[in-house]
């Protein structure tokens, strides 16, 4: 497996290093104070504000081990749910387990979430639902809107010692 990232990472790098990097044109000193607001490295581009996304890392996790969930909703959601039959607790009569996160104002969070022991090795979702809750204080009832939706495949492989003492 080691061999195959190896190839991997030195295949890329031989192919970025074939091209040069091309010469920008000198903005203008009045296109840079308006742009220097908007072009952040931590700034998400205006088309992409309302587009869900869900990424979960290594996306073949072992049993028993930790994935790690970031998570893109609109900047209207205020939570979000993820769920997956690999999450499934052991003993649970349920086959399928949500885990809820808050999205800061942006709409961007993240999570480490439990592979589980009990889970099937093999292919499964992970599905994202980016929510806008609302609360009537008086009465206490909830109003949930789903606002996006995304999935991701999550491949879940068997459970090794080795992975330990390696």
């Known amino acids: 497996m080691r061999l195959v990232t190896r190839i991997g990472v030195a295949a890329t790098l031989l192919v970025s290093q074939g091209t040069p990097p091309e010469p920008t044109a000198t903005p203008s000193p009045t296109s840079t104070a308006s742009s220097s607001k908007k072009s952040s490295k931590t700034a998400i581009p205006p088309e992409l ?76 979702g992970a599905h994202l639902k980016c929510v806008k809750v609302k609360m009537n204080q008086k009465t206490r009832i909830r109003r949930i809107r789903v606002l996006g939706r995304d999935a991701v495949p999550l491949y879940v492989r068997r459970f090794s010692i080795w992975q330990f003492f390696d």
């Open 49 to 124: 504000k309302n587009v869900p996304s869900l990424r979960v890392l290594p996306w073949d996790p072992r049993q028993a081990s930790h994935v790690r969930i970031f998570v893109h909703c609109p900047p209207k959601a205020n939570h979000a749910l993820i769920g997956s039959t690999a999450f499934a607790l052991k003993g649970s009569r349920w086959l399928y387990r949500e885990v809820g996160l808050g999205l800061s104002d942006r709409g961007l969070a993240h999570r480490a979430v439990s592979i589980s022991y009990s889970a099937l090795p093999g292919f499964h």
